[in-house]
């Protein structure tokens, strides 16, 4: 185990109902990570997760946290682990500082932290209201909250901005942002969407069907991204077709020709060609594979999400 | 840690109806016998020793606070454990640094302790209700008050522990509460058709036979190791 790893699963396997849902899976988390846990719905992620935090026992494989095993040195381990596992959980007749006050008590951390972490979720304000009032938003900043309150150095979030509006989800992705850069901590976050951890993730792991099938940087995915260029023309076809036969790499489809490769001398040969053989170049547009694409493309959740 | 544990579980009780369902069991109960004794005040009272109408007064008391407390014991599991299954908050409680057997024990404890205040109350709202049939301070039988109160309630263990442990293992908690119900008239009936090694006729035991205390161990006993079991299937299974 490298110095810097965290977290680190080996061979993790969970069999539930006859079923292998998490299927082999090989995790690696560095110190001060932003890992983005990616995978459609059913892939095993939160199953992941609660193996991680001793909530549930492996079928087989192994967990090491901060090099300790999760079997022998649970406590030890969580100590140091802040979570939020699917959705908030919360005592609904009691007030935020209430609920936060339970927890504290099992932690045994001082009184002041409440305040703190209220005031980093910014719900000082509602701090003494029933949480069985509070707005979806609201009770997940709780959670975030609840998560933050040991000073956590490494932080599980499992889909925290599950079932949000649009602001509330900005409002949680700020926040998580603004994390690492106030505590050094090591983050842990799933979603099924990328577009929702890929601005914050320094690496992610993508899960389908129980298997690990990606695990890298940010940037190497980005750069699996690579866009095409797509030109509207008149007469695609026949233009098509004279591209083709002076030697240039594109494609036609839907009326539209495209070409993957986008430097700028392939371009400019391409729109010479268009111009010297006489059609009329209407549009010349740059289209980025979205990482959400190469993302179904892995999953091969493509059109059914 | 365990400590730790309870004044959390004390602090998430409250603002629930619990406390009230502790203090109005012991009410009830020396309420309904303040209008029974009220309404047979010359059959029940007029005439008699001090000593014959506490007699009376403790057995009549002890006699309605049985069921009241295999009924109660079954409430107040479901509803400490509920807090939890509501807004399956075990997750949250689970993921933290303690230890699995600490946090089944602290339900336990909290069931335990809060049927105990219950019990406790007895033995006041007995006395008073004494004073107020005009008996004397002096005529309290405050042993025979003690015992009747305590001794049950001891003899009830393995029903706490039984009660505390499906409670917490089950989310719906109408499976736990016909246990509860079924238990208690099951104990009603218990007199003479069950011999005297069927847990439900302990409580009963425990005031009535020649050695109580016979009741009163087996019950403790029993129920520790119904609380062991409880405890073992708890910390085996996963979270969910
Ligand atoms: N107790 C269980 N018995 C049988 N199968 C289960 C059980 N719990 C979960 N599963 C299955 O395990 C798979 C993975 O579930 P999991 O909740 O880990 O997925 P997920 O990646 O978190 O999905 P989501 O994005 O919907 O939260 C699902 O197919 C689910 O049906
Ligand atoms: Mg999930």
Same mark, same amino acid.
Do not use: C
């Given at each position: ?14 069999r ?12 690696a ?17 939160t ?67 409440i ?39 490494l ?75 797509? @030109?509207?023309?008149? /007469? ?16 036609? /489809? ?22 010297k053989?006489d059609?009329?170049?209407y549009?010349?547009?740059?289209e980025?594979?979205? @990482? ?10 493509e059109?059914?999400? | ?41 010359d ?53 933290l ?122 019950g ?21």
């Open positions: 185990m490298a110095s810097d790893t965290i977290l680190e699963t080996k061979d993790l396997t969970k539930l109902g006859g079923k292998k849902v998490v299927d082999g899976v090989n995790l988390i560095g110190r001060g990570d932003i890992y983005g846990f990616l995978g459609p719905n059913g892939a095993g992620k199953t992941t997760i609660r193996m991680l935090l001793g909530l549930a026992k492996p079928t087989d494989g192994s967990i090491r946290v901060f090099g300790k095993d999760i079997r022998k040195e649970r406590i030890a381990i969580l100590r140091k682990v802040g979570s939020l596992v699917e959705y908030p959980s919360y005592y609904g007749h009691l007030t935020a500082v209430e609920n936060l006050e339970a927890i504290r008590r099992l932690l045994g951390v001082p009184k002041a932290r305040d703190e972490v209220l005031s980093i979720v910014r719900l000082t304000k509602d701090a003494n209201r029933a949480v069985k009032g509070f707005s979806l938003g609201m009770k997940q900043r709780l959670g975030i909250a609840t998560a933050l309150l040991g000073d956590p150095e932080l599980v979030l499992d889909e925290p901005t599950n079932g949000l509006d649009p602001a509330g989800i900005q409002e949680i992705r700020e926040l998580i942002k603004s994390l690492p850069g106030k505590s050094g901590v090591t983050i842990l976050i799933s979603s099924h969407l990328l577009s929702e951890v890929e601005q914050m993730a320094t690496r992610v792991g993508i899960i389908s069907k129980g298997k690990l099938i990606y695990e890298d940087s940010i940037q190497r995915l980005r750069d699996q991204a690579k866009g095409r260029i797509r @030109l509207s023309v008149s /007469e695609p076809e026949a233009a098509w077709r004279t591209l083709l036969s002076h030697g240039h790499s594109v494609g036609w /489809e839907n009326g539209v020709l495209t070409a993957s490769q986008t430097d700028n001398r392939t371009v400019a040969g391409i729109v010479a060609q268009l111009v053989a059609y009329e170049v549009r010349v547009e740059e980025s594979a979205s @990482l959400e694409s190469i993302f179904l493309e892995m999953t091969g959740t059109g059914s999400l | 840690m365990l400590l730790r544990i309870l004044s959390a579980e004390f602090l998430k009780i409250r603002r629930k109806w619990l406390w009230v369902l502790v203090v109005a069991g012991p009410l009830g109960v020396v309420a309904l016998q303040g209008v029974n004794f009220g309404l047979r005040y059959y029940l009272v007029r005439g008699k020793q001090p000593g014959e109408v506490w007699d009376a007064l403790i057995g009549d008391v002890s006699m309605l606070a049985m069921p009241a407390l295999l009924m109660g014991l079954a409430i107040v599991a479901s509803m400490s454990a509920g807090i939890e299954h509501q807004m399956n908050a075990w997750k949250l409680t689970l993921a640094p303690v230890s699995k057997r600490q946090v089944f024990a602290g339900k336990f404890v909290l069931t335990a302790l809060l049927l105990l205040v219950s019990s406790a109350l007895l033995v006041p709202l007995s006395a008073a209700f004494g004073l107020t049939l005009g008996l004397g301070g002096g005529s309290i039988p405050w042993s025979d008050l003690l015992t009747d109160a305590f001794y049950p309630y001891l003899a009830s263990m393995p029903f706490i522990a039984l009660q505390a442990w499906l409670s917490v293992t089950m989310a719906n908690q109408a499976v736990p509460l016909t246990v509860g119900i079924i238990g208690m008239i099951v104990s009603l009936f218990a007199g003479a058709r069950f011999p005297d090694w069927v847990p439900y006729k302990w409580p009963q035991l425990a005031v009535s036979a020649n050695d109580p205390l016979y009741a009163v161990a087996a403790v006993a029993f129920g520790i190791v119904v609380f062991a079991v409880g405890l073992t299937e708890f910390v085996r299974k996963d979270v969910k």
